[in-house]
């Protein structure tokens, strides 16, 4: 009796095994299907699970010829996240906002703004704004002087105020403002002087496919014609015939939009143009030497890279970055080179994107891993990183690449 009851229990142990086995790698099997991400993807365009863990844990080290150097250089005065930087014609390199440290609602929010002078590799503190903001709108105005508007605010909430600094006096005077409170947006200055500040979420996250347009000759804020889409974490690119490019947007989460569109300031229209091969939020454009508009990385662990040909109106997909590059940092370099630094899962290499191969090129690493964070070309060809999230936390530090 005792012989049956043993064999018995023996054999619904090994059921429960195989039925426990069995379901495993059903689950297993349907995950891999999902991949997480409810954007269809091409298997180019996102990670390979056999590089994850390298890239996930932190980078590949750093291979035999990789390009440029980066040098540590004075601090800025307080540690920030999505601020912004902006180059003025003295060479000097401006910076406003972000956020400081601090979690949700009692995070630093900062007003404050600093400079710093490339000769002399020191920064300094300049007038505070009226508002505490971070991502905002900053844009250089063709009289030297410094647009900030929108931003999320101390309260959490996209802000409709605005107000310009002066480099004569270090002050800051308020403007109009917006019609919308918004952020998470892009902006810029078109030709004629303007500035335009386009999409973003509201105050209650809803994104938006309005954009305005401030005139310094007036001190007001007047809409435009809606986008196509709403976006928020788009990019917006000015085209070398005045024009201007508007690529991707979304929330934290996909789906995440594939469309782009061009705004034309002297007809007040949008024109829908082609598509980019795969949906892209919280990714890096950059205008080339060229003319033509490269795009590269976004959330979702993205890979790829692509520019868009405003005469043709195509887009060409060119080669992959080595890892994942979503809240980085991108800019022309003077040689007409394209550098890419950090990223969302604390990068800390930077990427070279040649135009005329179409090929990426490993840097040396930085001294800090990095995201939302600035870069800066100054006047002798160097560019400064400046600030972001880093592995210990927010950082003031900033440093030199010599390409």
Known sequence: MRMILRT???RNYSLIKLTALVWIVGLLIVINACGGNSETENSSDVINSSDSVLIESGEMPAPEGSQGEFVLVDEMKAARQLHSAIKLPDGRIFVVGGRGPGANLNNTVYETAELYNPDSDEWTLTGSMVDQRHDLCASLLQDGKVLAAGGRGKLNMAMPTA???DPETGEWSQTENLNTGRDYMPCLTLNDGRVMIIGGEERDYAMEATAEIWDPSTGKWSETAPMSAARARHTATLL???R?????????????????????????????TAEMSTGRASHSAVKLSDGNVLIVGGRGKKLTAEIYNPMTDIWTKVGNTEIPRSEASAILMQDGRVLVTGGIGLRISGEIFDPDTGSWTRTLDMHDT????????????KILVIGGNGKEGLLAETELFTP
């Not at 201007?244 to 829908?272: A, F, M, N, Q, R």
């Not at 995201?371 to 070309?377: A, C, E, G, P, S």
């Open 8 to 10: 018995s229990n023996r």
């Open 163 to 165: 107000e310009v600094w």
């Open 240 to 242: 070398d015939d005045g």
């Open 244 to 272: 201007v490019l508007i690529t991707g947007g979304g929330k934290l989460d996909p789906p995440y939009e594939k469309t782009s569109e061009i705004y034309d300031p002297s007809s007040d229209t949008w024109l829908i």
């Open 370 to 381: 990095r995201y939302r964070h600035q870069m800066i070309v100054l006047d002798n060809g």
